[in-house]
């Protein structure tokens, strides 16, 4: 079984930054493809930024220059740095292994709430 352990959210001025960190346990890391989602209340849960298996990284536009992914396979962790924060960064974040094309492989954990305040 997998494990999903979120954490590092908290709630920050516009401008702040926060490291989120999410430790996985049960598989073997180092294989899977990894991402950070983010949701917000009565949207649904989106791709902010994913970290292949080999460490190539991909950011969805809005955050583009100011998160990164990062990686520590012998640690079984994924890390977000979060620079610039503004309000609509605000919202849970999730990690969680992207399926090709949609989808997730792991059922989804509690996420932790990152909030930006203007």
């Known amino acids: 079984q997998v494990y999903l352990v979120e954490s590092g959210g908290g709630s920050v001025p516009s401008g702040g930054s926060l490291r989120l960190r999410c430790v996985v346990s049960g598989i073997n890391f180092r294989l899977f493809p990894m991402a950070w989602y983010r949701q917000v209340p009565g949207e649904e849960r989106k791709l902010v930024a994913h970290i292949t298996d080999t460490g190539s990284t991909n950011y969805t536009d809005s955050v583009k220059g100011r998160f990164v992914i990062s990686r520590d396979n012998a640690r079984t962790t994924v890390a977000l740095q979060m620079n610039s924060l503004k309000s609509e960064d605000t919202g849970v974040y999730y990690c969680?292994?992207?399926?090709?094309?949609?989808?997730?492989?792991?059922?989804w954990r509690r996420g932790t709430q990152v909030t930006v305040s203007s």
């Open positions: 969680n292994s992207p399926l090709r094309g949609s989808g997730t492989r792991w059922p």
